[in-house]
């Protein structure tokens, strides 16, 4: 069977993005003053990982990448050329490959960090940013299980505490269109909200890396991370999120039940390059107030595609962008923000709890589908499921779990 190659999910997020600014509070001073050079962090030397490289040098143009770490030194090297040739050398004792190199980035003289690693390892790596004192960016989703994201939360609020800034790569919250718009929602100008959808249906993400002789299954599956739950949620965590996380951001909370179905409709499980994850996923989620949302998500070829939002209300309908214009690229505008808010020259960000809620909106409702029964997000939030290995190696055996068919029992 032909597997297509993925397209960008950036193909469908170029005008999506950004987040909402808490108000002012006290800040940790770093180099980000104007005129004074930023030094920044990254793990995770993958696509989105150096793309957001990109995006801080954009932001300020006294950024200086100074430090980097991937699990594998072939991506770890490649962003350290790519840097080089935009004439930001970084020298080779500062390039930490393997599962354990981040701790020395967070050991490095850096003002924040960015993380961009697959979303399984997020919750352990943003815990120890937020000990080693570093400002965060963070991508989205920030976990792929119920107990990392209890980890992840507990360090958010540790953050807050500390008045560490925290911005996250769910960018519409920072794109003025989107901002105006949910500012207007909720200030009544469609009145009250009756319903909402999101939708984020498109092709396939495959990496598409064959085993090779002597690879080991960590390995493998890190180099196709996209295909196996534990380390990338499957594509309502991994995508799904940016649109579930502009309903709960107009909803003002998240949803207190899901009740969901979803599949496999394509993907031959011959095929290991397609790993353990679905293709689509359908769920009814209802709000604290009884309004209820239609997700849907799916990797379909060959089908028509919609990544979108729309909330109806008693006075009309907006599809959450509509009521605003302008505004600076969103993947930048995360990073001014971010400075500002480290420096306090503008609003003090934090959205560690606000993108591990709507992470944990699409698991929620992923694990709804998963074992076909409806979940209480009360209940759900105590439950013990666990899909990140411990003490995780570059050579231990890690056997792929059986694709998911309720009735079946997760935790």
């Given at each position: 069977?032909?597997?297509?190659?993925a397209?960008?999910?950036?193909?469908?997020?170029?005008?999506?993005?950004?987040?909402?600014?808490?108000?002012?509070?006290?800040?940790v001073?770093?180099?980000?003053?104007?005129?004074?050079?930023?030094?920044?962090?990254?793990?995770?030397?993958?696509?989105?990982?150096?793309?957001?490289?990109?995006?801080?040098?954009?932001?300020?143009?006294?950024?200086?990448?100074?430090?980097?770490?991937?699990a594998?030194?072939d991506?770890?090297?490649?962003?350290?050329?790519?840097?080089?040739?935009?004439?930001?050398?970084?020298?080779?004792?500062?390039?930490?490959?393997?599962?354990d190199?981040?701790?020395?980035?967070?050991?490095?003289?850096?003002d924040?960090v960015?993380l961009?690693?697959?979303?399984?390892?997020?919750?352990?790596?943003?815990?120890?940013?937020?000990?080693?004192?570093?400002?965060?960016?963070?991508?989205?989703?920030?976990g792929t299980?119920?107990?990392?994201?209890?980890?992840?939360?507990?360090a958010?609020?540790?953050?807050e505490?500390?008045?560490?800034?925290?911005t996250?790569?769910?960018?519409?919250?920072?794109?003025?269109?989107?901002?105006?718009t949910?500012?207007?929602?909720?200030?009544?100008?469609?009145?009250?909200?009756?319903?909402?959808?999101?939708?984020?249906?498109g092709?396939?993400v495959?990496?598409?890396?064959?085993?090779?002789?002597?690879?080991?299954?960590?390995?493998?599956?890190?180099?196709?991370?996209?295909s196996?739950?534990w380390?990338?949620?499957?594509?309502?965590?991994?995508q799904?999120?940016?649109?579930?996380d502009?309903?709960?951001?107009?909803?003002?909370?998240?949803?207190?039940?899901?009740?969901?179905s979803?599949?496999?409709?394509?993907?031959?499980?011959?095929?290991?390059?397609?790993?353990?994850?679905?293709?689509?996923?359908s769920?009814?989620?209802?709000?604290?107030?009884?309004?209820?949302?239609?997700?849907?998500?799916?990797?379909?070829?060959?089908?028509?595609?919609?990544?979108?939002?729309?909330?109806?209300?008693?006075?009309?309908?907006?599809?959450?962008?509509?009521?605003?214009?302008?505004?600076?690229?969103?993947?930048?505008?995360?990073?001014?923000?971010?400075?500002?808010?480290?420096?306090?020259?503008?609003?003090?960000y934090?959205?560690?709890?606000?993108?591990?809620?709507?992470?944990?909106?699409?698991?929620?409702?992923?694990?709804?589908?998963?074992?076909?029964?409806?979940?209480?997000?009360?209940?759900?939030?105590?439950c013990?499921l666990?899909?990140?290995?411990?003490?995780?190696?570059?050579?231990?055996?890690?056997?792929?779990?059986?694709?998911?068919?309720?009735?079946?029992?997760?935790?």
């Amino acid at each position: 069977m032909e597997v297509k190659k993925a397209f960008s999910r950036r193909d469908f997020l170029k005008t999506a993005a950004l987040a909402t600014a808490a108000t002012a509070m006290p800040f940790v001073r770093t180099r980000a003053e104007e005129g004074e050079i930023v030094k920044v962090g990254l793990i995770g030397c993958g696509g989105r990982g150096t793309g957001a490289a990109q995006n801080a040098m954009e932001a300020n143009p006294n950024v200086r990448i100074i430090a980097v770490s991937d699990a594998f030194e072939d991506q770890a090297k490649r962003a350290q050329r790519g840097l080089r040739q935009r004439n930001m050398a970084i020298p080779d004792e500062m390039v930490f490959p393997g599962l354990d190199g981040y701790k020395k980035v967070l050991a490095a003289d850096i003002d924040y960090v960015i993380l961009a690693t697959p979303p399984g390892w997020r919750p352990e790596h943003f815990e120890a940013a937020v000990n080693a004192k570093k400002h965060i960016f963070t991508e989205k989703p920030v976990g792929t299980d119920a107990v990392g994201i209890r980890r992840f939360i507990a360090a958010a609020k540790k953050s807050e505490e500390m008045k560490l800034s925290v911005t996250a790569g769910t960018q519409r919250r920072h794109e003025k269109p989107y901002i105006d718009t949910v500012k207007k929602i909720r200030d009544g100008a469609i009145g009250e909200v009756l319903s909402c959808r999101a939708y984020w249906c498109g092709g396939p993400v495959i990496h598409n890396r064959q085993r090779t002789p002597g690879m080991t299954d960590m390995e493998f599956q890190l180099r196709n991370w996209y295909s196996f739950c534990w380390i990338c949620g499957d594509n309502i965590v991994e995508q799904h999120v940016h649109n579930l996380d502009i309903i709960n951001w107009i909803m003002g909370a998240h949803p207190v039940s899901a009740f969901a179905s979803g599949g496999r409709a394509w993907k031959p499980k011959e095929n290991e390059l397609l790993g353990n994850i679905w293709d689509n996923f359908s769920v009814d989620y209802v709000y604290p107030n009884g309004v209820h949302m239609l997700s849907m998500s799916r990797h379909w070829n060959g089908s028509d595609g919609d990544v979108s939002e729309y909330v109806v209300g008693t006075k009309g309908g907006s599809n959450c962008a509509d009521m605003g214009e302008g505004g600076a690229n969103p993947y930048v505008q995360e990073h001014i923000d971010l400075m500002n808010s480290m420096t306090g020259k503008g609003p003090y960000y934090n959205e560690g709890v606000q993108v591990a809620e709507s992470t944990m909106t699409a698991i929620f409702g992923r694990e709804s589908a998963y074992t076909g029964k409806k979940l209480n997000w009360d209940e759900f939030m105590k439950c013990g499921l666990e899909l990140v290995p411990k003490n995780p190696t570059m050579d231990m055996q890690l056997p792929v779990g059986p694709i998911p068919a309720p009735p079946n029992k997760r935790w």
